[in-house]
């Protein structure tokens, strides 16, 4: 059963830069698929960040591009995301995603972890 | 304001058979690009429902079932159950942003 779980900092200042893991089990980041991120502020609905494929080829929110990077590391079979600037309204559940090759569905979801941006 | 518009909330009784709308435009779920629907319970991450319009993944009840038309796409239960109580959401791509978007969401409350 392929498992994602999301790893980083629970809280973080403003201005500084959230970096956040996905780390996959049970399944080979360089096989297939791709994966993504995203976020759910509290109370509120999703927001799609970003996705990324194993060669590393990303597709970012228009809103989010120039404050974000998403990376992958096939040897660790986790990706990554890197987002600067952080501002109180960057504080929400962020969680990292399966892309079903069926279409551009997300099949798996990790648990999600609460970040809040705060001084 | 979400770019695909939801009600913000449904209800219906045990049994009973309620729909969901997901409202784009032309360069969304128009330009015929899939629409894909999740459940998310309370505290959980979200469940995916239906994908590309009409599919549901192995072990999603046949009481949910998608439906897409023009510039909108539809979720429907039917025999609703207490279980079901939850938030719902459409996803679909805009050509025009070059975005997966979601949809507002909508909670579906089980009287």
Same mark, same amino acid.
């Given at each position: 059963?392929?498992?994602?779980?999301?790893?980083?900092?629970?809280?973080?200042?403003?201005?500084? $830069?959230?970096?956040?893991?996905? $780390?996959?089990?049970?399944?080979?980041?360089?096989?297939?698929?791709?994966?993504?991120?995203?976020?759910q502020?509290?109370g509120k609905g999703l927001?799609?960040?970003?996705?990324?494929?194993?060669?590393?080829?990303?597709?970012?929110?228009?809103?989010?591009?120039?404050?974000?990077?998403?990376?992958?590391?096939?040897?660790?079979?986790?990706?990554?995301?890197?987002?600067?600037?952080?501002?109180?309204?960057?504080?929400?559940v962020?969680?990292?995603?399966?892309?079903?090759?069926?279409?551009?569905?997300?099949?798996?979801?990790?648990?999600? $972890?609460?970040?809040?941006?705060?001084? | 304001? #979400?770019?695909?518009?939801q009600p913000p909330s449904v209800s219906? @009784?045990?049994?009973? %058979?309620?729909?969901i709308?997901?409202?784009?435009?032309? +360069?969304?779920?128009? @330009?015929?690009?899939?629409?894909?629907w999740y459940q998310q319970l309370p505290g959980t991450a979200p469940k995916?429902l239906?994908?590309?319009?009409?599919? %549901?993944?192995?072990?999603?009840?046949? %009481?949910?079932?998608?439906?897409?038309?023009?510039? +909108?796409? +539809?979720l429907?239960i039917?025999?609703?159950?207490?279980?079901d109580e939850a938030d719902y959401y459409c996803q #679909?791509?805009?050509?025009?942003?070059? @975005?997966?978007?979601f949809g507002g969401g909508t909670r579906l409350t089980v009287?």
């Open positions: 059963q392929v498992q994602l779980q999301e790893s980083g900092p629970g809280l973080v200042k403003p201005s500084e $830069t959230l970096s956040l893991t996905c $780390t996959v089990s049970d399944y080979s980041l360089s096989s297939a698929y791709y994966w993504g991120w995203i976020r502020p509290p927001e799609w960040i970003g996705t990324i494929d194993r060669s590393g080829s990303a597709s970012h929110n228009p809103s989010l591009n120039s404050r974000l990077t998403i990376s992958v590391d096939t040897s660790k079979n986790r990706f990554s995301l890197k987002l600067t600037s952080l501002t109180a309204a960057d504080t929400a962020y969680f990292c995603a399966r892309r079903s090759t069926a279409g551009d569905a997300f099949d798996m979801w990790g648990q999600g $972890t609460l970040v809040s941006v705060s001084s | 304001q #979400s770019v695909l518009t219906g @009784a045990p049994g009973q %058979r309620v729909t709308s997901c409202t784009g435009s032309s +360069s969304n779920i128009g @330009a015929d690009y899939d629409v894909h995916l239906i994908y590309g319009n009409t599919n %549901r993944p192995s072990g999603v009840p046949d %009481r949910f079932s998608g439906s897409k038309s023009g510039t +909108s796409a +539809s429907a039917t025999g609703l159950q207490a279980e #679909s791509f805009d050509g025009s942003l070059r @975005a997966v978007l009287l």
